[in-house]
């Protein structure tokens, strides 16, 4: 089972709205990750949780709020987003947090901030 | 920052066609990654690299990490409309917990 699950599929928000986005791996994986994609360009690191303590953030604004509820779970959530916020957001996980040796993606949140 | 050239950046072929892809980058990774995406989903891994001079295989598909470490090529063989998509590199190195991706190669197959 090579499966990262997120919820939900697709969001569409206010900038005034609270919504929260949720990823699941049952792979026993140390590490998980958020990167966020823009139509036809590659994904950005937003943040890296290791053994569930947040390890990377990428100087991603404060209206985007990590949190790992423990070693399978991991939320984002969002606040007072912008316009320009909308994308692709991919939850990602990885055995090992140093050596990303393979590192497996879920499907997805497209998320459309109005 | 880092940054990995992934080449060609868009390419159109007929069906039954090879198709090359490769990525190059200045500095060393100890890790090439290739996944393909298709569009709203999320990419999927087709090829893990661990070795200088690995060749992978994976189906149609072949990738080899190069020998001096920079760089990557994939190989599609017998190109089908289902590999239709975008495909990316990634390079990773050890203890820095993060991959480098390429800009992507869109891959448009005419039946």
């Given amino acids: 089972d090579t499966e990262v699950t997120q919820t939900p599929k697709h969001l569409v928000m206010g900038m005034t709205n609270k919504k929260s986005l949720k990823c699941e791996q049952h792979m026993g994986h140390r590490a998980m990750y958020w990167y966020k994609q823009k139509a036809k360009k590659p994904p950005e690191l937003m943040f890296v949780y290791s053994y569930e ?17 423990n070693s399978s779970l991991l939320n984002l959530h969002l606040h007072a987003l912008q316009p320009e916020d909308s994308a692709l957001y991919l939850c990602a996980s990885s055995q090992d947090p140093g050596s990303v040796e393979k590192l497996f993606f879920g499907s997805g949140t497209q998320l459309s901030v109005l | 920052g880092q940054q990995l ?44 690299l661990y070795k200088a001079g690995e060749l992978t295989s994976n189906g149609r598909l072949t990738a080899q990490f190069g020998i001096t470490r920079k760089d990557s090529f994939l190989n599609i063989s017998a190109s089908i409309p289902s590999d239709v998509g975008i495909y990316f590199c990634a390079g990773g190195k050890s203890n820095t917990g993060k991959l480098i991706f390429g800009q992507g190669t869109t891959l448009q197959v005419k039946p």
């Fill in chain 1, 53 to 69: 303590k947040l390890s990377i953030n990428e100087s991603v604004p404060s209206r985007f709020s990590p949190e790992c509820p």
């Fill in chain 2, 5 to 48: 050239n992934q080449s060609p950046q868009s390419m159109f072929i007929q069906e039954g066609e090879d198709v090359s892809m490769n990525c190059t980058s200045s500095s060393i990774f100890n890790t090439w990654l290739w996944y393909k995406q298709d569009p709203g989903e999320g990419p999927v891994l087709l090829i893990a």
